[in-house]
């Protein structure tokens, strides 16, 4: 069964740093999304993409994050100035139609010092 | 806005068990539901969903959940708990107006006791 992957699973940065972390959608799929989970807190939508634009984004979704999908198979999710605040599990999500089924990711486990 | 409210952080059940867990949510147009459920390490998987029609939907493991209108409730449940069932599940709405974003619930942590 296909499936959405995500690497690093754990990434540990130090504050100010920029990450990255990398997605691999469902190959057939046209829509995609990050969600995070800080620790004890719910899932909160960040942004969701389409067709190389942002479609919606959160507050949460400030100047410090962006997105980008630089080629056919990858979707990643940029930080380029980490704060400790940013610590948190960041789940990518992909689906086939707008209105259709997520599939998630198993998530990458971001732990900033 | 939407908003979900899973009343419960934890519950605990005994296997063969009735599994209850419960979802109110709002949402200022006509809701697509879904419940999540998480296993340790992994990733959110869809247990089952309400976009429109019946409003007993089936879903994966034996779950299924209801949907009223009248009380904003999306309860999922199971007739039988089983100690595979112990996983973390989260309540979700869509914003069909909005990019397809999901809203969480806090989510419910289940415990299975044999």
């Known amino acids: 069964e296909p499936e959405v992957t995500q690497t690093p699973s754990h990434q540990v940065t130090q504050m100010g740093q920029e990450v990255i972390l990398r997605c691999v959608p469902i190959?057939?799929?046209?829509?995609f999304y990050w969600y995070r989970q800080i620790l004890g807190q719910k899932v909160e939508f960040l942004v969701s993409?389409?067709?190389?634009?942002?479609?919606?984004k959160s507050e949460i979704f400030d100047d410090q994050f962006s997105v980008e999908r630089p080629d056919g198979s990858n979707f990643t999710l940029k930080i380029r100035s980490t704060k400790l605040e940013d610590s948190a599990m960041y789940f990518c999500a992909s689906s086939e139609g707008s209105l259709g089924e997520q599939y998630f990711g198993p998530g990458t486990r971001l732990t900033v010092t | 806005a939407q908003s979900v409210t899973q009343l419960g952080s934890h519950v605990s059940v005994s296997e063969g068990a009735l599994v209850l867990l419960r979802c109110n949510y709002s949402s200022s147009v006509p809701p697509y539901l879904f419940w999540y459920v998480q296993y340790p390490n992994q990733g959110l998987q869809l247990l089952l969903k309400y976009t429109t029609g019946a409003t007993l939907v089936k879903g994966i493991n034996g779950f299924e959940a209801e949907f009223k209108k009248s009380e904003t409730s999306f309860h999922l449940t199971k007739p039988s708990a089983h100690m595979s069932d112990a996983a973390e599940y989260f309540c979700a709405v869509s914003d069909r107006a909005a990019g397809n974003k999901l809203t969480f619930g806090g989510g419910t942590r289940v415990l299975v006791k044999p």
């Open positions: 993409f389409y067709n190389n634009e942002i479609s919606e």
């Open positions: 190959s057939n799929h046209l829509y």
